[in-house]
């Protein structure tokens, strides 16, 4: 997508992790709205965020499809609340408008939104 922005992997030089996947940076970003502040990373005065999943993931879409500057692939698994990659895994479940990663795919029917899987 023309308008999204990539992720820049700067800050984590200093850790050998120069080349994080999507995924990483999203999980990162993720779990950080949950309350699970990265190491390196300092907030003080009680202004750490603590959401909950539902809502972390939320502010997510809406950056993804609102503002699309977070990469759309990345989903959350309906069943167990992981994010995965969408192009890699997974799938989305249209009439109930869910998605499930690879590991919980087998909870889709066979024969879900007319034979699609």
Known sequence: MDNEIKFRDENHHSEGKKEWTDLEW????????????????????????????KKAFTIIWYLQEHFRILPAHIEKCANCK???????????????????????DSLVPENYDRGKR
């Not at 999203?26 to 909950?52: A, S, V, W």
């Not at 995965?84 to 997974?90: P, T």
């Open 26 to 53: 999203m999980d990162e970003f993720y779990k950080f709205l949950q309350g699970k502040i990265p190491d390196r990373i300092t907030i003080t005065g009680g202004h750490q965020p603590k959401l909950n999943d």
């Open 82 to 104: 992981y994010l995965f990659d969408i192009d890699v895994e997974g799938i989305y479940w249209e009439t109930k408008g869910k998605h499930y990663c690879g590991g919980c």
